[in-house]
Nanobody, 121 residues
Framework: QVQLLESGGGLVQAGGSLRLSCTAS????????MGWYRQAPGKQRNLVAVISSDGVAHYGDSVRGRFTISRDNAKNTVDLQMNTLEVEDTAVYYC???????????????WGQGTQVTVSG
């Protein structure tokens, strides 16, 4: 019903930058919140940043001041600009959307497949 497709992951040196993008597609009625989570090997999935439909953003403590989330409601996209990357940022990054499909009456949480970000020291 709702599909999320991420792009932009890769390998970068510490101190460098990467930009992740995510596009939501399918039979979408509305999208409330879009955002990014990440999961490092052997660890739980944690919040990176989320943004509401009216542009209010919330960041995880470890990325605040280095990462910036943005959203284009007309295109159903959310981007994550990651600057001053650290080795500890290495993880699989997952796009997330709290969205209502056209066939549903209530919103549900959807996830992308994930994109690998590796930061070398």
């Amino acid at each position: 019903q709702v599909q999320l497709l991420e792009s932009g992951g890769g390998l970068v040196q510490a101190g460098g930058s990467l930009r992740l993008s995510c596009t939501a597609s399918g039979s979408i009625s509305s999208i409330n919140i879009m955002g990014w989570y990440r999961q490092a090997p052997g660890k739980q999935r944690n919040l990176v940043a989320v943004i509401s439909s009216d542009g209010v953003a919330h960041y995880g403590d470890s990325v605040r001041g280095r990462f910036t989330i943005s959203r284009d409601n007309a295109k159903n996209t959310v981007d994550l600009q990651m600057n001053t990357l650290e080795v500890e940022d290495t993880a699989v990054y997952y796009c997330s959307a709290l969205a209502t499909a056209q066939t549903m009456k209530v919103p549900a949480n959807y996830w992308g497949q994930g994109t690998q970000v590796t930061v070398s020291g």
